[in-house]
């Protein structure tokens, strides 16, 4: 079972940045799995801001959040990181790290990856919150 921590989270200004963190339990989780940062926002429902397919590097982002988020991993670490700048109001939430794998071939999990379908997203972290303003 794979266990997923993020932190990081904090209050900052509008314009700010952060960088959420997500630990994996199990290393093969980065090896071939699509890892995803999904937010919560209050009284909206859960969406999908960025992904990333870890054994290729392939990252994918929302529009709402494109130039101003970017993902990257350490795989020695078993962390993938979100790296937030440019935070506006909108961005507050609970922060939810999740994990995918996907099989078949490179190119349908890169779909499946940046789709970014939460039912997909099997194992998930207990959240870290933001707040902007």
């Known amino acids: 079972h794979v266990q997923l921590v993020e932190s990081g989270g904090g209050s900052v200004p509008v314009g700010g940045s952060l960088r959420l963190s997500c630990v994996s339990s199990v290393g093969y989780v980065f090896s071939s799995h699509c890892m995803g940062w999904f937010l919560q926002a209050p009284g909206k429902e859960r969406e999908g801001v960025a992904s990333?397919?870890?054994?290729?590097?392939?990252?994918y982002y929302a529009d709402s959040v494109y130039g101003r988020f970017t993902l990257s991993q350490d795989n020695a670490k078993n962390t993938v990181y979100l790296h937030m700048s440019g935070l506006r109001p909108e961005d507050s939430g609970m922060y939810y790290c999740?994990?995918?794998?996907?099989?078949?071939?490179?190119?349908?999990?890169?779909?499946?990856?940046?789709?970014?379908?939460?039912?997909?997203?099997?194992?998930w972290g207990p959240g870290t919150q933001v707040t902007v303003s």
């Open positions: 999740a994990a995918a794998h996907f099989w078949g071939s490179e190119g349908f999990s890169q779909t499946m990856c940046a789709w970014r379908r939460e039912d997909d997203f099997r194992s």
């Open positions: 990333i397919l870890t054994a290729a590097g392939s990252t």
